[in-house]
């Protein structure tokens, strides 16, 4: 399966960027999705993830509230929106598939796409 990522770029502080993470090669119903990102000089981090049918979602405590992660499994699509942007935000963020628990990307990375926050 591969994962193709786009819609990051530049933002200032309280604007809204919307990622986008379309899935292909593999049967995307199969698969839980999710979003971690890599700050520099820093681990790579949890950020959020979706259920194979998009009834449960979870969130990294320093994005609850901010970001909503969705699903549209007609078009193999995982979104993340992200609201109240802080610079702390600033990373670059993979999507990541995973076919079971616990959520790791065991199954497939995207490439990245760069997020920067300024104050």
């Known amino acids: 399966v591969q994962l193709q990522a786009s819609g990051g770029g530049l933002v200032q502080a309280g604007g809204s960027l919307r990622l986008s993470c379309v899935v292909s090669?593999?049967?995307?119903?199969?698969?839980?999705m999710g979003w971690f990102r890599q700050a520099p000089g820093e681990e790579r981090e949890f950020v959020a993830r979706i259920s194979w049918a998009g009834r449960v979602t979870r969130y990294a405590d320093s994005v609850k509230g901010r970001f909503t992660i969705s699903r549209d499994n007609a078009k193999n699509t995982v979104t993340l929106q992200m609201n109240s942007l802080k610079p702390e935000d600033t990373a670059i963020y993979y999507c990541?598939?995973?076919?079971?628990?616990?959520?790791?990307?065991?199954?497939?990375w995207g490439q990245g796409t760069q997020v920067t926050v300024s104050s």
């Open positions: 090669g593999g049967t995307f119903t199969n698969y839980i």
């Open positions: 990541a598939a995973d076919k079971d628990y616990p959520f790791k990307g065991n199954d497939a």
